[in-house]
Every structure is written in structure tokens, then in C-alpha cells.
């Protein structure tokens, strides 16, 4: 990635990326304490399931985040916006990632990994 000076001025978020690259390459790299971070049994999980949050957020989002944003904002923060807007927004979301993740669990045991068995035979068959 070639980074000069007016890209940075115009891509302001540009220097934390290349940061953020910099470290997962470094940990990636076997430095032993970084590199745990990225082998507890967590990042394992998140990474076996990572397609099935992208696949379901959409309508996660529709259905389940949007009118608990509103039920947050009507019933326990208050109808004024500004600071208690973004408070029933987070109230909101810290309900809501768990759901998302339990969804995307209940996907990827139910559709994506019997999809991926099936694929993995129909090319065992056909290239095998």
C-alpha cells in the first residue's frame, strides 16, 4: 500500500488502518504474545462463523435492531434526542450483538457448514 502525505490528508482513517494491517501481520508473524490473541478459543469461533453474521445481519437489522433501538428509546431513555438518543442506542446494540451472534450460530450449524460437507462431496465426486 503506498501511503503519502495527501492521501492521509484526505483519508484521515488511512494511518489506524495501516496500524491495525501492521499488527495482524506482525502477530501473524509468531511473536508469541500477540499471537495468542489470536488463538483463543473466541477469535476460533468468531472466525468458523464469520460469513453467517454477514449473511444475516441484513435482515437481523431490519427486524430485530431497528424497533429495539425505537422500544429503547421510547420506553427507557426518553423521546429527546441528542445524548439519550445514542444511549437507548447503545443499550440497543448491547442486546442486540448477542442475538446477532446466536443467529448466525443457529445459521451456520443449520445451513452454511451442511453447504460446505455437501460441496466438499460433490467435488470429491466430480474431481476426486
Not at 483519508?11 to 508473524?29: A, K
Request: charged share 15%.
Amino acid at each position: 500500500m503506498d501511503v503519502d502525505g495527501k492521501s492521509l490528508q484526505r483519508q484521515p482513517g488511512l494511518r489506524s488502518e495501516c496500524v491495525g494491517i501492521d499488527w495482524i501481520h506482525y502477530c501473524c508473524l509468531g511473536h508469541q504474545l500477540h499471537q495468542g490473541v489470536l488463538e483463543t478459543r473466541l477469535i476460533n469461533y468468531m472466525g468458523k462463523i464469520s460469513f453467517s453474521p454477514y449473511l444475516v445481519h441484513g435482515l437481523g437489522n431490519q427486524f430485530i435492531g431497528k424497533p429495539l433501538i425505537h422500544f429503547m428509546w421510547n420506553n427507557f431513555t426518553g423521546r429527546e434526542p441528542g445524548f439519550w438518543k445514542e444511549c437507548s442506542w447503545l443499550f440497543a446494540i448491547a442486546l442486540y450483538i448477542p442475538i446477532l451472534i446466536w443467529l448466525a450460530d443457529i445459521f451456520w450449524r443449520l445451513v452454511d457448514a451442511p453447504s460446505v460437507t455437501f460441496a466438499k462431496m460433490v467435488e470429491g465426486k466430480c474431481f476426486g
